[in-house]
C-alpha cells in the first residue's frame, strides 16, 4: 500500500471489548475532516496546518481551566519535549492530559485533533498502536504494578496553535511518541517512536499489525539485493536494539551496511517505499516534501541489517541518510522478538523543527 493512500473512515467510534474501557477502532469520518478544511484560511499556511490549529483550538476550548493548565506548555519547554518514551507511564511518568480523565465529547475532539494533523495511514497506525495496549492489558501475566491500555496515553501542546507560528502536539504512552511540530506550511514528526506489543493482536474478528508494512516491505528489499549487496548490509546474525532511541537526542552515529548508491531503480523504489511508512504519518504535502528530500541523498544514504533474512524472523535494520534514521528493533521481553517491535524515526538536521525556529 502507498503510504499517503487515504483510508476513509465513516464515525467517531468508541466500543467497549468485553470488561475492557472504550477502544478506539476508527477514526474522525471524512465529512468532518472536509468541515475543518471548509472552515481553513488560505496561504500563508497548507490547508493540514490550519485543519490542525482549528482542531487544536477546539480541544483546548473543550476543556475546563484545570484541564487546560495541565495541557499546555510553553513552546521553548525544553524539558517537556523531551519527556518521552517507549516504556509504560508508571516506569517514566508523562506530564500533560490523560486519555482516561477525558470524557466522550473530550475524547472526539482529541480524535479530531489527531486526524486533522496526521495523514489517514498515520492515524489509523496510531490508533492501532493505542488498541495493542489494550490488548497487552488484557493478557495474561501481566505485572500488577505496570500499567497498560488506551487509558494510559497522554496529550500535550507546546506553544500556542497556530497557522504561522510554529507550535507542536505530542501524544504517546507505552510503545507510542509522536512528536509533531508544526510550522506554517510545513511540519515534521521527528523523533518520533512507533511500537508495537503484541506486534499482531484480533480486534473485531480481524488481524491488526500496527507495524506489519514495516516489517514485510523490509524483508522485500533485503532479499531483492544482490549476494554482494547484503554482505555489505549485513551487519550480524542477531537482531541488536535501537541506537537512537528515547534519551539519545542529538548523539551521532557512523553510518554502517550498504550504500544505496550501489542500488538499481527497483532496489531504490522498494527503499522509499519502506522510508514512506515512517515519513508518511504526518500530512501528505510534508510527507511529499521529506521523501523529495531523502531522495536528492539517497547517494549518501545506506542501508544495513542484522539477522536472519527470512521473512518472519526477528531482524534489526536502519536506514540512514543526511536528513533521515530509521531504526526497527525485535524485543526479546515478552518471549517472542517478533511480537515486540520497537522503531525510532529522526531527522539529525530538524528533530523537534529546530529549523522553524522560535524557540
Do not use: C
Amino acid at each position: 500500500m502507498n503510504p499517503r493512500t487515504p483510508i476513509h473512515f465513516t464515525t467517531v467510534l468508541f466500543v467497549a471489548l468485553s470488561a475492557s474501557p472504550l477502544l478506539w477502532t476508527s477514526a474522525v469520518g471524512a465529512d468532518a475532516q472536509a468541515h475543518y478544511y471548509k472552515t481553513t484560511p488560505a496561504a500563508p499556511t497548507s490547508a493540514s496546518t490550519a485543519a490542525a490549529t482549528l482542531a487544536a483550538q477546539s480541544f483546548i476550548e473543550s476543556l475546563d481551566a484545570g484541564t487546560r493548565a495541565k495541557l499546555l506548555f510553553a513552546y521553548g519547554n525544553e524539558a517537556q519535549r523531551a519527556n518521552w518514551s517507549n516504556l509504560p507511564v508508571t516506569m517514566v511518568p508523562r506530564a500533560g492530559v490523560r486519555l482516561g480523565d477525558l470524557n466522550a465529547g473530550q475524547k472526539e475532539k482529541l480524535l479530531a485533533l489527531l486526524a486533522a494533523t496526521f495523514s489517514p495511514m498515520g492515524y489509523q497506525k496510531i490508533l492501532e498502536i493505542v488498541n495493542g495496549d489494550e490488548a497487552l492489558k488484557n493478557a495474561p501475566g501481566n505485572p500488577p504494578n505496570l500499567l497498560f491500555g488506551s487509558d494510559e496515553f497522554f496529550v500535550s501542546i507546546l506553544g500556542t496553535p497556530s497557522a504561522t507560528t510554529p507550535w507542536m502536539l505530542q501524544f504517546g504512552g507505552h510503545h507510542l511518541a509522536i512528536n509533531v511540530t508544526l510550522g506554517g506550511s510545513d511540519s515534521v514528526a521527528t523523533p518520533s517512536l512507533t511500537a508495537a506489543q503484541p506486534a499482531t493482536y484480533q480486534l473485531d474478528g480481524k488481524t491488526i499489525r500496527p507495524l506489519g508494512r514495516e516489517n514485510d516491505k523490509a524483508f522485500e528489499l533485503i532479499n531483492a539485493l544482490t549476494e554482494e549487496q547484503r554482505t555489505s548490509a549485513i551487519l550480524g546474525s542477531k537482531f541488536r536494539d535501537l541506537v537512537l532511541g528515547p534519551g539519545h537526542d542529538g548523539k551521532k552515529i557512523a553510518p554502517e551496511g550498504v550504500k544505496v548508491s550501489t542500488f538499481t531503480d527497483s532496489q531504490k523504489k522498494l527503499l522509499m517505499e519502506l522510508t514512506g511508512e515512517w515519513v508518511g504519518i504526518v500530512h501528505e504535502s510534508a510527507a511529499s516534501a521529506k521523501m523529495a528530500e531523502i531522495k536528492a541523498n539517497l547517494a549518501d544514504t545506506y542501508f544495513a541489517w542484522s539477522g536472519p533474512t527470512t521473512p518472519g524472523s526477528a531482524a534489526y535494520f536502519r536506514i540512514q541518510g543526511p536528513t533521515v534514521v530509521i531504526e526497527y528493533a525485535p524485543q526479546n521481553l515478552g518471549g517472542n522478538a517478533v511480537n515486540h517491535i520497537h522503531t525510532i524515526y529522526r531527522d539529525p538536521t530538524n528533530d523537534y523543527g529546530s529549523k522553524f525556529g522560535g524557540r
